[in-house]
């Protein structure tokens, strides 16, 4: 009975979904270009912070001092790229970032820069500019660990889910003279809104699925600092 009468009124019902797919279409849309923007300006601190980490190796290999002393300040740079590679990057893909605050490793490295003793103007000039990179280093990693932090809002989520539901039963129920096209329809809407859907999830965490960051940038930098140290 409830069925029949839905079938009659099926012209005003296809006017509403009409509306309803469009408001649909306009709220995902919003979502993933803001994920998408997200997603890639996360992508450019870590390669801003890769490029930092880089630059700041060739300064330590500038400065005129001791073999050692410039060990030990490359093997503090690579104690901080392998703690983002080993603790951090699991703390970011399992949504566990809370402390912004700067890092112990990074402390280590400060310590070793200002233990420095300048021979020449050269050397000043380099530490100056190692110290400089350093505090981008710094402030790549807060702004990347605060952008991962934000994820996409719970009520939001909630909406686009009864809105997908919602435009699958309203097109199950709509009234088609052929079998056929109905199911081409309902399979294409449905295969849709749940590839979207996984779009959403995966920009939403750029750690899983798809969209995925990898931390092959910094075990590279690893692997090319160690062996300085070791030659």
Not at 114 to 134: G, S
Request: glycine share 2%; net charge negative.
């Amino acid at each position: 009975m409830i069925y029949q009468r839905f079938i009659e009124d099926s012209g005003i019902w296809e006017i509403f979904y009409s509306v309803y797919g469009v408001l649909y279409a306009i709220i995902v849309g919003f979502v993933i270009v803001e994920l998408l923007s997200k997603y890639e300006k996360i992508s450019q601190l870590f390669e801003a912070e890769i490029n930092n980490l880089q630059d700041l190796r060739d300064m330590i290999l500038l400065l005129n001092c001791s073999k050692q002393k410039k060990n030990q300040i490359l093997q503090s740079i690579y104690n901080y790229a392998k703690w983002v590679v080993t603790y951090e990057w699991k703390l970011m893909r399992n949504h566990k970032v809370k402390k912004f605050d700067t890092t112990p490793e990074l402390y280590e490295i400060y310590r070793n820069l200002y233990a420095v003793e300048p021979e020449k103007r050269l050397d000043e000039i380099a530490l100056e500019i190692a110290l400089q990179k350093l505090s981008d280093i710094t402030t790549n990693r807060t702004d990347r660990l605060v952008l991962i932090s934000q994820y996409l809002p719970l009520h939001l989520k909630v909406l686009i889910e009864i809105m997908s539901i919602m435009l699958i039963l309203g097109l199950l129920l709509i009234k088609v003279n052929h079998f056929f096209i109905h199911f081409i329809m309902i399979f294409s809407l449905i295969f849709s809104v749940l590839f979207l859907r996984n779009i959403i999830n995966d920009l939403d965490n750029p750690f899983e699925g798809m969209w995925t960051l990898k931390e092959s940038l910094f075990e590279d930098f690893c692997s090319s600092i160690l062996s300085m140290i070791k030659n």
